[in-house]
């Protein structure tokens, strides 16, 4: 079905090899063939680029720009949504409040109390299990006899 490149083009410059790979999947998904190539073998910095043919250029450039765009905005959308999280914050008296997080960091009282309660305990947060530490953590239960 797909048409052979006959005069390949590069029409992405890609970051990283997945980068190169996801683009290259998208454009196949566009129905446009496409395959990934390093440019320069000799160069010392290593980047991959992506090549279409030249007739398939003006639509792959609209495929890559709309995956761009797409990633910018799910990157910004998924920080959005992590800074936006509520923040539960238990006081001595039992009482769980539900602040914003545009309160982190903040001193409210307890409605309940009138307790001053700390917003957002920075250790607390940011120990949740991001994927690096788990990573980290499974590496170190390997390395263990
Ligand atoms: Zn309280």
Redesign the pocket.
């Known amino acids: 079905m797909h048409m052979p490149i006959q005069d390949p083009v590069a029409v992405h410059d890609a970051a990283s090899d997945d980068d190169a790979v996801l683009i290259r999947n998208a454009l196949i998904a566009a129905g446009i063939e496409a395959y990934v190539s390093e440019s320069e073998p000799q160069a010392e910095s290593h980047q991959p680029q992506v090549w279409v043919d030249r007739s398939d250029l003006a639509r792959a450039a609209q495929v890559v720009y709309d995956y761009e765009s797409q990633a910018w905005e799910r990157r910004a959308n998924q920080q959005a949504t992590e800074n936006l999280e509520p923040i539960d914050v238990v ?3 039992g ?1 769980t409040t539900r602040f914003s997080a545009l309160q982190r960091g903040t001193v409210e009282e ?1 409605p ?2 009138g ?1 001053f309660l700390d917003v957002g305990e920075p250790d607390e947060l940011e120990d949740w299990g991001t994927p690096e530490d788990e990573e980290a953590a499974e590496k170190e239960e390997e390395d263990t006899p």
């Open positions: 006081c001595d008296c009482q307890c309940a109390c307790a």
